[in-house]
């Protein structure tokens, strides 16, 4: 009895460290690697989205309460582009400003006002799309490729385990299950690294899915005004006073 507590107070995590081969030190360094790049992905990607938002409400905020175009060329002159929303406006007035100075000897300046503007909030969300995909690429991999990494290095080491029992003559039920249960702690490893991975894959898809649906319907507003020169806002009644609304888009972001 005594000597089986003994055994297990040997066995565990800095043990099965002490007794992996290059293999599993490989692949315990993949999987380290794997989970920094994900809390990194995590906490970067969480610190920049909060950011952008701040910034986006704050823009649409000054957008619609400009009096003209020209007070929000010089709000984005001033503070520069920080989200996609401000990114749309500054490309939107940029093709504006290149259409009335083209000189028509390039391709890129074929069509009408309509379609330039169209090509450049195009173009516009495109990079944005791009912008907010970053890291979900790496997040995805690593939720897919690490449970399969600890698998791997758990089978690596039953392999080992079971080769040395059975050099060693012992077949006993606790000489077994140790050596096989510190096997199993590479595929807790890659659940571990993985499990994180997935959820903020996750929540960073659908956090850029509703970003690029407002950015959508902002660039229908912009483009409705920049075309017709009719700003689309409404006014409500509340408490018998008119408040200004702005459109959807930019209530909801």
Known sequence: ??????????????H???QADTLAHILLVILLAMSVITWYLIVSKSLANLKMKKHAQAFLARFWEAPNLA???DYLQKNGVND???????????????????T????????????????????????DTARLEYGHTMLASIASSAPFVGLFGTVCGIYHALVNIGMSGSGSLDQVAGPVGEAL??????LAVAI??????????????QMLTEVDGFAHDLFAFMSTGVRNNTRIEKDGAQVYSAPTAARSA
């Open 1 to 14: 009895m005594e000597a089986t507590q003994q055994v297990a107070q040997q066995l565990g995590f800095s």
């Open 16 to 18: 099965f460290i002490a």
């Open 71 to 73: 007070a929000v060329g």
């Open 84 to 102: 996609p929303f401000s990114h749309l406006a500054h490309h939107g007035l940029k093709a504006a400003e290149q259409f009335r100075n083209k």
């Open 104 to 127: 028509g000897s390039r391709l890129i300046e074929s069509g009408s006002e309509d379609e330039f503007l169209t090509r450049a909030l195009r173009r516009a969300i495109n990079q």
């Open 185 to 190: 702690i590479m595929t807790a490893l890659g």
């Open 196 to 209: 994180p991975a997935v959820l903020a894959h996750n929540f960073f898809n659908r956090a850029k899915r």
